[in-house]
């Protein structure tokens, strides 16, 4: 349907940072159909990529009221509550995200990366754990080697942090993070 192709259409131009072409290809295919739930937490994504906070919590609000059973809709207000500093609430969000979908591998890395922002380091690992068993990526890896890093298991550190380095040469922070494990 035209609302669906306004919809895809706004996540290839999110997806390129070219946020405003995004912006209105969302608000168009709200237009269409405005109680499509996974468009709307898409468009409190382009929000959020806007620095359009309060608009961003509003569109991932009512996309949650319109589906609470909807992993994009949780998924988006989770991030609205990370970017106002809210951590229990972006916590519970992610969590009922990655409830919805548990074997989709960015449901359990985000809500492992939440959690080690949290300092719940071992929910954290567990969640790394099973991103990895998902889909092996080197962020995960990363994640969870900074996770054990930060619990004094430098071992387990070095391993997963230089297993990141081995599928992705190029991640951000990973070198620094093995620098950590040697001082």
């Not at 349907?1 to 290839?12: C, H, I, K, W």
């Not at 949650?64 to 949780?74: C, G, I, R, W």
């Not at 919805?100 to 969640?127: D, F, G, K, M, T």
């Not at 995960?140 to 990141?164: D, I, R, V």
Request: glycine letters at 4%.
């Amino acid at each position: 349907t035209s609302d669906e192709v306004f919809a895809q259409l706004a996540r290839s131009y999110d997806w390129n940072r070219q946020f405003n072409q995004a912006l209105e290809a969302a608000l168009k295919a709200m237009e269409l159909d405005p109680n499509h739930t996974d468009t709307r937490a898409f468009l409190a994504e382009i929000y959020l990529d806007l620095d359009r906070l309060d608009e961003a919590a509003s569109e991932a609000q009512r996309a949650v009221q319109l589906d609470d059973q909807s992993a994009e809709a949780h998924r988006s207000l989770g991030w609205v509550y990370f970017f106002k500093e809210q951590l229990p609430e972006a916590l519970s969000e992610l969590e009922k995200a990655a409830q919805l979908e548990p074997n989709l591998w960015i449901r359990q890395h985000e809500l492992a990366s939440i959690r080690r922002r949290s300092e719940a380091y071992v929910e954290a690992i567990i969640a790394y754990q099973r991103a990895i068993e998902l889909r092996p990526r080197a962020q995960s890896y990363a994640g969870l080697g900074t996770c054990y890093y930060e619990l004094g298991q430098y071992e387990h550190a070095l391993t997963n942090l230089q297993k990141a380095i081995e599928l992705n040469p190029e991640l951000d922070g990973a070198h620094a993070a093995i620098g950590w494990v040697y001082i």
